[in-house]
Structures are given as structure tokens and as C-alpha cells.
T-cell receptor, first 116, second 117 residues
Framework: GESVGLHLPTLSVQEGDNSIINCAYSNSASDYFIWYKQESGKGPQFIID?????DKRQGQRVTVLLNKTVKHLSLQIAATQPGDSAVYFC???????????????FGQGTRLTINP | KAGVTQTPRYLIKTRGQQVTLSCSPISGHRSVSWYQQTPGQGLQFLFEYFSETQRNKGNFPGRFSGRQFSNSRSEMNVSTLELGDSALYLC????????????????FGEGSRLTVL
């Protein structure tokens, strides 16, 4: 597959458990962050986003936490299911939203594996 | 509503050749971005187009170029291909109604997988 040879951090969890995926970002001026999920053979799929003026945002079964002090982002997935198996990427937008442009910088990704 | 469509899905080229990849955004989306994904470098931003104008550019050599047409469809071209250009090239579109539109409203296609021999 497309990830052959890619050394990714991996996370294995039991089905039904909660998953926490972590990400460190680099640009303290970034004001917008996004989590994407990429399944094998597919393009990245938007999961959840958060602005820099927020610490936490919740979606359906997912929560994103932002700690600007240490430039850390995390994605929590509740009650992990087999369909959650994928590579998860965090991304920061390094173009100011006010300018109407966007330029995403992606993390290296974390491979989430669900054990039955 | 159809998603982002990229063609071709797979292609093989040899060093020195050039390649053109095509992207049709979601209907009504005016912004198209291109990303390169490789095992070693991950996902890297190439460029973004909005209303036929390049608004943002990544750190890639001039061999990588792109354009956007009046119907928002976009193409990217890589000339004088190198082995290291082998990658999955992803196109993403967004509505881009103006300032304040979140980058999260970015919808990716399945990608064009380029192999350079």
C-alpha cells in the first residue's frame, strides 16, 4: 500500500476503548488546526477542527484538545470501532484566516490499529 | 453531489518526462490546493489556486507548476521528472466564500499515484 516503508508512530487499542492520538505543531502563530483521517487508498478525510482561541472542541465520538503553551494537539476517539483503523494526521494552517488563503502543514501521522 | 475527482489515478513515467495531473473540484468550490504525499516527507503543500490565481505556494522547485481554469478545474504539471517525484498527488477543494472560511472545509480527492522509473 501507499504507506509501505513509512515509519509512523503506531497506536493499538482494543475495540470499545478510547483512543488518544497526540501531535506537536511547530508554528506558534498558527491559528487553526485540523485532524484528518486517511484510510488505505483514499485521500485524507476531515474529522474535526479547532481555532487557536479554543482549548477544546467536541464532535461525534471525537474531541480535540489544544494546548498552545506547549504547542500540543490531541485527538480523542471514544469507543473505538474497527472502522476507525486508519492513519490520523494533524494539520496547522500557517496562512492567516483573515487573508482568505490557506496553507496546511501536516504532521507525520499516527497509524491507529483496532484489536478485536 | 460528486466529490473531488482526480485523473489519472495511476501512472508510470520515466525520468526526464513530464506529467500533467487533473483535478475537478466539488461543484461550486472555487479553491483548489495540491499536496504531495510520500513515505519520507509525508503530506506537503504544493500550491493553492482561487479564481484562477495562485494564492499560496509551497517549497517545491520550479519544475512543479499548476493552473486553474475559469470552471475551477485545476491541473498541475511536473517537468523533467526525477525518481524522487514518485508520490501520491492529492488535490483538495474548498468553497472559499471569503475571509474567515476555515481551512477545515477542505475536501480531498483520492489522489493520482505517480511512479517515476
Amino acid at each position: 500500500g501507499e504507506s509501505v516503508g513509512l515509519h509512523l508512530p503506531t497506536l493499538s487499542v482494543q475495540e470499545g476503548d478510547n483512543s488518544i492520538i497526540n501531535c506537536a505543531y511547530s508554528n506558534s502563530a498558527s491559528d487553526y488546526f485540523i485532524w484528518y483521517k486517511q484510510e488505505s487508498g483514499k485521500g485524507p478525510q476531515f474529522i474535526i477542527d479547532i481555532r487557536s482561541n479554543m482549548d477544546k472542541r467536541q464532535g461525534q465520538r471525537v474531541t480535540v484538545l489544544l494546548n498552545k503553551t506547549v504547542k500540543h494537539l490531541s485527538l480523542q476517539i471514544a469507543a473505538t470501532q474497527p472502522g476507525d483503523s486508519a492513519v490520523y494526521f494533524c494539520a496547522e494552517n500557517i496562512s492567516p484566516i483573515i487573508q482568505g488563503a490557506q496553507k496546511l502543514v501536516f504532521g507525520q501521522g499516527t497509524r491507529l490499529t483496532i484489536n478485536p | 453531489k460528486a466529490g473531488v475527482t482526480q485523473t489519472p489515478r495511476y501512472l508510470i513515467k520515466t525520468r526526464g518526462q513530464q506529467v500533467t495531473l487533473s483535478c475537478s473540484p466539488i461543484s461550486g468550490h472555487r479553491s483548489v490546493s495540491w499536496y504531495q504525499q510520500t513515505p519520507g516527507q509525508g503530506l506537503q503543500f504544493l500550491f493553492e489556486y482561487f479564481s484562477e490565481t495562485q494564492r499560496n505556494k509551497g517549497n517545491f522547485p520550479g519544475r512543479f507548476s499548476g493552473r486553474q481554469f475559469s470552471n475551477s478545474r485545476s491541473e498541475m504539471n511536473v517537468s523533467t521528472l526525477e525518481l524522487g517525484d514518485s508520490a501520491l498527488y492529492l488535490c483538495a477543494s474548498s468553497l472559499r466564500s471569503g475571509a474567515g472560511v476555515m481551512a477545515g472545509e477542505l475536501f480531498f480527492g483520492e489522489g493520482s499515484r505517480l511512479t517515476v522509473l
